[in-house]
């Protein structure tokens, strides 16, 4: 009797510590305003800066800046969506969700294969410009806020969350660069505007697990 007393008080006594908690609302739900916000915070920093002066001509009439355009803006959105979704464990049984901004990824690196392969002739020009800093600064509060919500959720693929973070971030940092800077073969943009993406990527792999431990 005296160990079920024990065994009792014990009980009681863990229970005493323990608080309700409120469900987290539906993935979607919860990312599809800080997707909205850094659509907004994104076209902020572009009006900001000052948009490339062909970008109009070129959305309108350039069906490879179009489609590039297009596809990094649903890198982002996908990818921002499959995060929400590794917040909760298992994924709410969408595991599936994964695959889409993998695959767009995919279409992105085949692409920018064939942009480099048939832009092969056209001169090249290495220097550093104010594109990489334009990029840190559209991605300073999408990464903040993003890594903050996947924080607040319980994630039980943290490389998989890490992975994507950086999706989301390059995708919408792509997409914005695309709108404010002039460099226009792929071999410019990617040693040049894409190092704050680079950047970005390394910074999450070396350290997912602490980033999105819960």
Same mark, same amino acid.
């Given at each position: 009797m005296s160990k079920n007393k024990d065994l009792d008080k014990l009980i009681g006594s863990l229970s005493k510590e323990l608080e309700p908690c409120k @469900?987290?609302?539906?993935?979607?739900? =919860?990312? #599809?305003p800080l997707i909205v916000i $850094?659509? #907004?915070?994104?076209?902020?920093?572009?009006?900001?800066?000052?948009p490339r002066?062909? %970008?109009? @001509?070129?959305?309108? &009439?350039e069906l490879s800046y179009i489609f590039e355009f297009g596809l990094s803006f649903s890198i982002?959105? +996908?990818?921002?969506?499959a995060?929400? %979704?590794?917040?909760? @464990?298992?994924? =709410?049984?969408?595991?599936?969700?994964?695959?889409?901004?993998? *695959?767009?990824?995919?279409?992105?690196l085949f692409w920018a294969l064939l942009r480099?392969?048939?832009?092969?002739?056209? @001169? /090249?020009? /290495?220097? /550093? +410009? +104010?594109? $990489?800093?334009? &990029? /840190?600064?559209?991605?300073?509060?999408?990464v903040f806020i993003l890594t903050l919500f996947s924080r =607040?959720?319980? *994630? *039980?693929?943290? %490389?998989?969350? $890490?992975?994507?973070?950086?999706? +989301?971030?390059?995708?919408?940092?792509?997409?914005?660069?695309r709108l404010t800077c002039s460099a226009n073969t792929f071999a410019q943009s990617l040693v040049v505007h894409f190092v704050p993406f680079v950047t970005m990527g390394v910074v999450f792999a070396l350290f997912a697990r602490r980033i999105f431990k819960w």
């Open positions: @469900p987290m609302a539906h993935p979607l739900i =919860r990312v #599809l $850094s659509i #907004l915070y994104v076209l902020a920093i572009i009006l900001l800066i000052g002066n062909d %970008w109009m @001509p070129k959305m309108y &009439g982002f959105v +996908s990818a921002a969506i995060l929400a %979704w590794l917040c909760v @464990p298992g994924m =709410r049984g969408q595991t599936w969700l994964k695959a889409v901004p993998v *695959t767009l990824g995919g279409v992105f480099i392969i048939f832009e092969w002739s056209e @001169p /090249f020009h /290495f220097a /550093f +410009s +104010s594109c $990489s800093l334009d &990029g /840190f600064i559209m991605l300073a509060l999408p =607040r959720g319980a *994630t *039980t693929e943290p %490389w998989w969350s $890490s992975f994507m973070a950086v999706l +989301s971030f390059a995708g919408l940092g792509w997409a914005g660069l």
